[in-house]
């Protein structure tokens, strides 16, 4: 299982300490278990596969595909009731901003999004490029 937590982790183009945090685990936690040190608990393989879409079937065993194949639809049910669970959330706070959009600002958030989108792309080709060259 080790080396399949360390796959999705690298799947994702996640740190160590950036993974960890999603799964409310610590660093150190997460490379004893990348390590094969130790296993994770029941509690933290279940997080992975929820936080990430990960089969848990596959993150055990290796058998079989490593994402759960969910509809679209299926999976903003989820991430909307996980929203919802959470008064205070940032997510919650600004999706409740957002379903108050007009299409004037449904095509300005599209505008600044496709150009987030564009500048995160090239960063991580000037990344990827400088690492080539290492």
């Given at each position: ?23 409310s ?7 004893q ?63 409740s ?38």
């Open positions: 299982m080790n080396e399949r937590i360390k796959e999705i982790r690298k799947y994702f183009k996640m740190t160590q300490v950036k993974f960890a945090r999603s799964i685990i610590a660093q150190n936690t997460l490379s278990y990348e390590k094969g040190i130790s296993t994770p608990l029941d509690a933290i393989i279940a997080s992975i596969c929820k936080v990430y879409n990960v089969d848990e079937h596959w993150l055990r065993t290796g058998e079989g595909e490593m994402f759960v194949n969910k509809e679209k639809k299926e999976l903003l049910a989820d991430f909307f009731a996980d929203v919802l669970a959470d008064n205070e959330s940032f997510k919650l706070q600004l999706l901003a957002i379903a108050t959009f007009d299409a004037d600002d449904w095509a300005a958030l599209e505008k600044i999004t496709k150009k987030i989108v564009k500048e995160s792309e090239a960063r991580a080709k000037f990344t990827q490029e400088e690492k080539d060259h290492e």
